[in-house]
C-alpha cells in the first residue's frame, strides 16, 4: 500500500525542484525497522528502480543510492547480508554493471527511538509497520487478566498506552529531525484505529483474544496465572488524530498527507464480500499472524510455552469466529508524508521536515 507513496514522493522531490536530480552526487535512505524478509528486499528494489526511472529521463545521469536499514540489534540481519550477493548480481542484469555499482547498501542496529546517524545526513525516511511498537510496555501498569487495552480495562490503562505512544513517537520525529535535511522526505506507515475509541474491535479485539486463551492455558495448569497477569504487550495503535497532533506539537515536520486504509488480517480472504467465507481456515490463518508477531515475546515471558495449543484455542474459540463475521477486514493503517522545511485497516500519511527543524 504505501510503496506508491513512497516512489511518487521521491520522484516529486525532484520534479518540484526540492533537489536538483543532475547536481546531486548521493541521495542517502533510512528504511527504518526494516525486518528481515522479503519486503526488505522488495523495498530497496522499488527505490533502485525508482532512481533507474529518472536516471532515463535524465541523460542516464543519477546519483548514487546509499541505502542504511536500521532495526533492532536482535533482528535477522544475517538473512539480509545472505541474500545480498544474488540481489546484486540482479541489480547489475536488470540495470546493467555501471548502474548497480551505485547503490550501496548498509545497516545501523539500535532502536529507532535513539539517534541513529549523523546531523543532517538522510534525504529520504521510510517506515512501516513498526511505530506501532512501542519502546517498553507503560511502566506501573496494572492490567491483571488483559495483555493489552481492553473494552473493561480501567481508563488508567488506556491513559498509559496513550502517553507511551505519545512520548515514543514525539521522540522519533524529534531524533528524525536531526538527521534529515532541510526538504527532506519522510513517509510512516504504521497500524491504527478507524475511530477515536481506543477500546474499539479494531484496536483491541484480537489481542483480547489471545488474553482468553492464555487464561484457557491457566484454567487447565498449563500456565500460571500470575504469568499472564504480569504478561503486557509494548503496542499501541493511534486514531489518525493522535498522530497529527504529535507531529504538530513536536514541530520539526509539515505535515503533508495523511491517508487511512484497511487491509485485511487473513491475507488468503479474499476481498469480497458476495464471496464464501470459510470462518475456520480464515481463523487458523489469522492466528498464524498473531503467532508470528507475538511469538518470541511470548517466549521470553512464559519461557517453554505449549505454543501450538495457544494458537489453536485462539483459532477455534467461538468469539474468534463470531467476530470475524464483522471484522475480518479490520486491519487499520495510517500513512503519513511528513516534509522537513513522515497498515486490519490501515492509515497512510506523509509529512517533510521543515527549513529549519526545531529540536
Not at 49 to 61: A, R, V, W
Not at 81 to 91: D, I, R, S, V
Not at 157 to 163: C, E, G, L, T
Not at 198 to 203: A, F, I, L, T, V
Request: hydrophobic share 35%; with cysteine; glycine share 4%.
Amino acid at each position: 500500500m504505501a510503496l506508491p507513496i513512497v516512489k511518487n514522493t521521491i520522484k516529486e522531490m525532484f520534479t518540484n525542484h526540492l533537489t536538483s536530480f543532475e547536481k546531486l552526487k548521493s541521495f542517502k535512505i533510512a528504511d527504518i525497522g526494516c525486518g528481515s524478509g522479503p519486503n526488505t528486499l522488495l523495498f530497496m528494489s522499488e527505490i533502485i528502480d525508482t532512481f533507474y526511472t529518472l536516471s532515463n529521463q535524465n541523460n542516464n545521469q543519477s546519483p548514487e543510492i546509499s541505502i542504511l536499514l536500521n532495526d533492532l540489534y536482535k533482528n535477522d540481519f544475517n538473512n539480509i547480508f545472505n541474500a545480498l550477493p544474488l540481489f546484486y548480481e540482479q541489480l547489475k542484469e536488470k540495470y546493467g554493471h555501471e548502474f548497480s555499482q551505485r547503490c550501496f547498501i548498509s545497516v545501523v542496529a539500535s532502536s529507532f527511538y535513539e539517534r541513529l546517524l549523523p546531523s543532517k545526513s538522510l534525504h529520504f525516511v521510510h517506515s512501516s509497520s513498526s511505530l506501532h511498537w512501542l519502546s517498553q510496555v507503560p511502566e506501573n501498569l496494572d492490567n491483571k487478566g488483559h495483555i493489552y487495552m481492553a473494552k473493561d480495562c480501567l481508563p488508567i490503562v488506556f491513559d498509559a498506552y496513550k502517553n507511551q505512544f505519545n512520548k515514543d513517537f514525539y521522540s522519533f520525529l524529534n531524533k528524525r529531525s536531526q538527521e534529515i535535511l532541510p526538504k527532506g522526505k519522510m513517509i510512516l506507515t504504521l497500524l491504527g484505529r478507524s475511530i477515536p475509541e481506543p477500546s474499539s474491535n479494531d484496536g483491541c479485539c484480537l489481542w483480547e483474544l489471545l488474553a482468553q486463551s492464555l487464561l484457557d492455558m491457566v484454567s487447565q495448569g498449563l500456565v500460571k496465572k500470575e504469568d499472564v497477569d504480569s504478561f503486557n504487550l509494548p503496542f499501541y495503535t493511534p486514531y489518525c488524530d493522535e498522530v497529527k497532533e504529535i507531529v504538530m506539537k513536536e514541530n520539526s515536520f509539515d505535515l503533508d498527507k495523511i491517508e487511512v486504509y484497511k487491509c485485511n488480517w487473513d491475507p488468503n480472504d479474499e476481498d469480497d464480500y458476495n464471496s464464501i467465507f470459510n470462518k475456520k481456515k480464515s481463523g487458523e490463518n489469522i492466528a498464524k499472524r498473531i503467532r508470528a508477531v507475538s511469538e518470541s515475546m511470548l517466549v521470553t515471558h512464559f519461557g517453554e510455552l505449549p505454543l501450538d495449543m495457544v494458537f489453536k484455542i485462539f483459532a477455534e474459540r467461538k468469539k474468534l469466529v463470531g467476530a470475524l463475521d464483522h471484522h475480518r477486514r479490520l486491519q487499520v493503517k495510517s500513512a503519513a508524508a511528513l516534509a522537513t522545511g513522515q497498515a486490519d485497516g490501515s492509515a497512510q500519511g506523509s509529512a517533510h521536515a521543515k527549513d529549519e527543524p526545531k529540536y
